[in-house]
């Protein structure tokens, strides 16, 4: 097995690129996806953010409110580390479990949006940034994901700089381009991969 970290800031195309490894057979572990999974109702992830946050993050319906949750934390560095505290154990034992239910020969790619912020590199074979200018990332997000600037500026500076991820890849996947250009450097990082399985 080989396992990959990939991340990228936010608007670098991170899923794009996720979408295109597990199109050519990759064992994707979304951490997102996960980061929501364990803050559903019922869980126990739900119930301690609840509790450090106040019933006011949850919905009418008792889902979270991850609207309301971001607004108090992106701008608020301690804020946001009581809540990845509570988040970030239970992500790593579920990704531990999908990754320990995976073939032994399979590429297995964890989509791990704050792997530089944290200190995550050392746990995979090989880490891999997905990276798109500051001018290119504020672009997407105001106008593909209907962020105000102020708003994908402020989620922008919640995470590590592009030095900081650069300063922990193996390969760069440089992505200001259209997904044909993104497709095009996936292949042979691809090919890489395959031929570091056992």
Known sequence: MVTVGLTGGIGAGKSEAVRLLAERGAVVVDSDRIAREVVEPGTEGLAAVAAEFGPEILTAEGRLDRERLGRIVFGDPGRRAKLNAIVHPLVARRSAELT??????????HDVPLLAENGLAGRYDVVVVVDASTETRLDRLTRLRGMTEEDA??????????????????????????????????????????????
């Open 100 to 109: 320990a239910a995976a073939p032994h020969d399979a590429v297995v790619v």
């Open 153 to 198: 500026r402020a989620r922008m500076a919640a995470q590590a700089t592009r030095e900081e991820r650069l300063a922990v890849a193996d390969h760069v996947l440089r992505n200001d381009g259209t997904v044909d250009d993104l497709a095009a450097q996936i292949d042979p990082l691809w090919r890489r991969l395959s031929e570091q399985r056992p």
